[in-house]
Structures are given as C-alpha cells and as structure tokens.
C-alpha cells in the first residue's frame, strides 16, 4: 500500500511512518513543522519507500500517484501547543481535516482520523466509553482543540455517509514514549525533564486527577489493527490502568533517582479529573489491549529524555 501520513514529523506520526514502512508499505509524509520536528523522521532520510512533503494540510493538498491511505495526525496536540496556536488548531481539525478527507475520496482511499480523548472534555461518566457524547465547554482555552475534534469526527462521519468514503476514527488516550517534545505541557515529558534537571516537578491542583498512560508502540498496534478493520465507529485506543498524577510524579522521581521537590499550582481551566477508556470495543474488534506497564514505559521514556538532554 502506498500511505500518506500528515503531521508524520510529529511524535506519533514518526512512529506510525515507521511501523508502516516496516510493513512493507511506502509512506508520505506531510507536515508543516509547526510543532513538528525533522529530528524524528531524519532516520527515514535516504530510504527509497519514504519520501516527505513540507505543507500546511489546511491547503489544497496534491499528492502525485495512487494512494490507498490517508491517516490525517496534523495537530498541535499538547495543551501548551493548543494553548499557543488557538486558530492554527482549530484550523487543522477543521479545514486540514476537510481537505484530507478530500484527497482521500479524490484517490479512493480509506481514512484515519486521529481523534482524542478530549472529545469527552470533562467526563460526567467514568471510565469513558465510544457511546458517551462528552461533557465539554466550547468557549473556555481547551475548547479550540476539544471542538476541533468533535468537528473533525462530524466531518469525518459526513464524508463517510454522503461521499461513501471508507472511514476510520481512533480516539487517543494520553500516549508517551520517545520522540515526545521536552516540555511541551504534556504531564509525562513535563516530570522527566524536570526531574532529570533537578527542577521541582510541577503539580497542578492537589494532583488527585487520574490519567491513564498509554506506551507508544501499544497505541501504534491499535491504530494499525483499526486501520486494516472493517469499523467505522469512533474506538478508543488507551491504557485503562489509571493512575493519579501524584502517583505518576512519585515513580518518575524514583525511577529518576531524583532528588527534586513537588511544587504545586492551582488547576487549569476545565482540567479534566478522570480520564480512563473503555476498550471493550477494541477488545472484541480488534484484539487489542496494552501489554506494557507504566513503570516499563516510563523507563523507556527516561533513557530517551536522559539522551536528549546530555
């Protein structure tokens, strides 16, 4: 198959480029490099099955030859991200989400769209299945990305319905694991570094708020099991062992042997309180379930941050 990937100079889009490539597949990929980076496709330079693209998706988007896969990743994805670029955000889900999808039925090929676990913002129900509608305010600072979403899921299900595109929608539960930005407000890549420079980790609220974390090669497993599966419902792809945030910073100090303090600050706006997916729907769909452990993970997560940083 021949897959064109946006956002593929992102952490999870380099990830995705080379399992596909690692399949056998040629790959494209797309990116503009706003939050991007060369660094995590820089080792695909020079392979004859990948080739790059610099562009901004909320542009027409040309792709000479066949496609048989479009998997749209582009996305400031970050709450710092989103935060920073509000429009550039709610651009890409929307306008970069619709000319995506337009290429896609342009080639006659099948679509991803990588959604999120924001579409459920602040859940009322918990843990959070593909049935629940979500509980989100679309005016506050997260609004920009959570409704971009929740947009590009409409418009993702619209073109599924009216064009009879072949529709794919992953929701993404917190993910970690190398290639992540060093802090880019993300609570995993935030405690690693601080941690690893002796900072004081940084808390938000009484750190009594659950998220759970998903390795990256587990959720790169789900979404490729998605991809190849015949749904076109919305599935959730996440670890469902939840654990606090307190918890989290305790074992990124012990694993760390850091001797940093917790420093705490008062809650964001519409901080979610739980956050944890119900992967029935991927269980019984696709097979899938995470295999590796937060402790496992997070080691992985810190040799790579501890490279980064010299």
């Not at 820089?42 to 562009?55: D, T």
């Not at 090669?217 to 670890?239: A, K, Y």
């Not at 992967?279 to 937060?294: F, N």
Request: with cysteine.
């Amino acid at each position: 198959m021949r897959i064109l990937i946006t956002g593929a100079a992102g952490f999870l889009g380099s990830h995705l480029s080379d399992r596909f490539l690692a399949d056998g597949h040629d790959v494209v990929g797309m990116d503009n490099l706003v939050t991007g980076s060369v660094n995590n496709i820089a080792h695909l330079a020079g392979n004859p099955r990948f080739s790059f693209i610099q562009h901004d998706v909320t542009n027409f988007i040309f792709i000479e030859g066949p496609l048989h896969g479009v998997l749209h990743f582009a996305s400031p994805a970050s709450p710092r991200d989103y935060l920073e670029l509000p429009i550039q955000t709610l651009k890409v889900g929307s306008l970069g989400t619709h000319k995506a999808l337009g290429l896609a039925k342009a080639k006659g090929a099948r679509f991803l769209l990588a959604s999120t676990s924001e579409v459920y913002g602040d859940p009322q129900v918990h843990p959070q299945p593909e049935t629940y509608w979500g509980h989100v305010n679309p005016v506050g600072p997260r609004g920009v990305y959570d409704e971009a979403k929740r947009f590009a899921e409409a418009m993702t299900m619209a073109y599924h319905r009216y064009h009879k595109v072949e529709t794919r929608i992953v929701r993404i539960f917190n993910t970690y694991g190398p290639r992540m930005r060093a802090r880019d407000g993300r609570v995993v890549s935030n405690f690693v570094v601080q941690a690893l420079k002796g900072e004081p980790l940084s808390i938000y609220g009484d750190g009594s708020q659950t998220r759970s974390f998903c390795y990256v090669s587990d959720l790169v497993e789900g979404i490729v099991r998605l991809f190849h599966g015949d749904s076109s419902d919305p599935t959730n792809i996440g670890n469902p062992n939840e654990f606090t945030v307190l918890q989290l910073a305790e074992m990124t100090l012990r694993l760390t042997g850091s001797k940093s303090k917790i420093e705490r600050h008062p809650l964001p706006t519409d901080d979610p309180k739980v956050r944890k997916p119900d992967i029935t729907q991927a269980r019984t769909r696709l097979g899938w379930e995470p295999k590796v452990q937060l402790e496992e993970g997070l080691t992985e997560a810190i040799a790579h941050f501890r490279s980064r940083l010299g």
